[in-house]
């Protein structure tokens, strides 16, 4: 059900950026084209990233970096053409000679609720600050638009601790739940925290999704021609 996390990847190689003051998520890595091959680990420091909107000629490399992760349940899959129109969700990370190194989106429910999603950081990568510019600049991009509260779901709650995310109840963010986790397959033991910066959603904030459930025989009523 996972749509952000900054985790540890399973064995194989992919593509991680700027920060803000609300975060979130993780990578595995496929083959990318020699330009996009981030720098060494050795190579990278905090100030040798920066983080920048993303651009349609990232897709590619944004969604071999999720697509790396959905496998296993990670990161819910998200298709090419999907990352193409929603391009200015994200936010990518890269090192000063323009090498792609990881990638978050932050999707907006409206005033009351945005949420940190895939969020990705090429394994080799990993430790060396990436995540935690990426988170940066989510928050400061809620922020930039009012947004009350930012929230994310996580194996890995300690790394959002370190920018304030604090734990929430599943059922306080009802936007989340109703637009992923009732097609989840592990909707019924879900194993990621639920955290959240900022002031939960109240009842009222929250939006009126209503459900569809297959009509029953005994609801149908007969015509009278």
Do not use: W
């Not at 651009?55 to 296993?72: G, K, M, V």
């Amino acid at each position: 059900m996972s749509s952000s996390l900054v985790l540890e990847p399973p064995p194989a190689p992919l593509p991680s950026a700027h920060v803000s003051s609300f975060p979130s998520t993780s990578t595995n890595a496929a083959a990318l084209p020699t330009s996009r091959i981030a720098p060494t680990p050795s190579q990278l420091t905090k100030s040798s990233m920066h983080t920048r909107p993303a651009q349609l000629q990232d897709a590619h490399a944004i969604h071999q970096l999720i697509d790396s992760f959905s496998y296993d349940g990670t990161l819910l899959r998200r298709s090419y053409t999907e990352i193409c129109q929603n391009i200015r969700t994200f936010t990518v990370v890269e090192s000063d000679a323009h090498q792609f190194i990881g990638c978050a989106a932050l999707h907006v429910y409206g005033p009351h609720l945005a949420e940190v999603r895939s969020i990705v950081v090429r394994p080799d990568i990993k430790g060396h600050g990436a995540g935690g510019l990426l988170v940066q600049a989510i928050l400061d991009q809620a922020e930039a638009c009012g947004i009350r509260c930012v929230c994310l779901f996580t194996r890995i709650p300690s790394f959002f601790e370190h920018f304030n995310f604090h734990l929430a109840e599943h059922r306080a963010l009802r936007d989340k739940i109703l637009k992923d986790c009732i097609r989840c397959a592990r909707r019924n033991a879900c194993d990621e925290t639920a955290m959240a910066i900022g002031e939960l959603p109240s009842p009222e904030d929250m939006s009126s999704i209503h459900l569809l459930r297959p009509q029953q025989h005994a609801d149908l009523v007969q015509l009278q021609l």
